[in-house]
Antibody, heavy 119, light 107 residues
Framework: QVQLQESGPGLVKPSQTLSLTCTVSGGSITSGGYYWSWIRQVPGKGLEWIGFLSYDGSTYFNPSLKRRVSISRDTSKSQFSLKLSSVSAADTAVYYC???????????WGQGTLVTVSS | DIQMTQSPSSLSASVGDRVTITCRASQDIRNHLGWYQQKPGKAPKRLIYAASSLQGGVPSRFSGSGSGTEFTLTISSLQPEDFATYYCLQQNTYPRTFGQGTKVEIK
């Protein structure tokens, strides 16, 4: 059973960089065919896909966030991480990590972590 | 980006009712569509993938249909645990895009 767990600061100041890590257990982030995505949800609102890290280390980001986003990995720890720079109150959201299968979608999700952007 | 338009945005229904939610894509996504259920404070849970394939462990009262640009999620007999928000997700291209959600409430 694959499990994902988000971790990171729950409070970030405006203009700073939001950093979150997703730890994967029960599966390898280098296993062929899987992408590892970040998704966010502003409280009370809908879901927005942020980007993915592929099993081969390549990345792809939502064009709406591309200038501010990066995703990296630490394969020794089975972790992948999100960085979102120059944050504002509009980036306050619950951030989820999820396993993504091309054409099939997100089958496993983390529980989500709320990040509040405030001074 | 592919726009996903979901309707209705909310509905009230009673236990035992048949419920239908529709999702329309702005361009052809073949059968690359999924349906997700989200309860308050929880991560979304996949119900349907490939438009009509039932995720393992999901009750058979949930079903999906459609292809191309028009898709439907049907709950054949609404149960108390089904009151939640439902989202469609296009899985054909990146960026992935979700519908705006349908909140199913108790009548």
């Amino acid at each position: 059973q694959v499990q994902l767990q988000e971790s990171g600061p729950g409070l970030v100041k405006p203009s700073q960089t939001l950093s979150l890590t997703c730890t994967v257990s029960g599966g390898s982030i280098t296993s062929g065919g899987y992408y590892w995505s970040w998704i966010r949800q502003v409280p009370g609102k809908g879901l927005e896909w942020i980007g993915f890290l592929s099993y081969d280390g390549s990345t792809y980001f939502n064009p709406s966030l591309k200038r501010r986003v990066s995703i990296s990995r630490d394969t020794s720890k089975s972790q992948f991480s999100l960085k979102l720079s120059s944050v504002s109150a509009a980036d306050t959201a619950v951030y989820y990590c999820a396993r993504d299968i091309p054409y099939v979608g997100f089958d496993y999700w983390g529980q989500g972590t709320l990040v509040t952007v405030s001074s | 980006d592919i726009q996903m338009t979901q309707s209705p945005s909310s509905l009230s229904a009673s236990v035992g009712d048949r419920v239908t939610i529709t999702c329309r894509a702005s361009q052809d996504i073949r059968n690359h569509l999924g349906w997700y259920q989200q309860k308050p404070g929880k991560a979304p849970k996949r119900l349907i993938y490939a438009a009509s394939s039932l995720q393992g462990g999901v009750p058979s009262r949930f079903s999906g249909s459609g292809s191309g640009t028009e898709f439907t999620l049907t709950i054949s007999s609404l149960q108390p645990e089904d009151f939640a928000t439902y989202y469609c997700l296009q899985q054909n291209t990146y960026p992935r895009t979700f519908g705006q959600g349908t909140k199913v409430e108790i009548k």
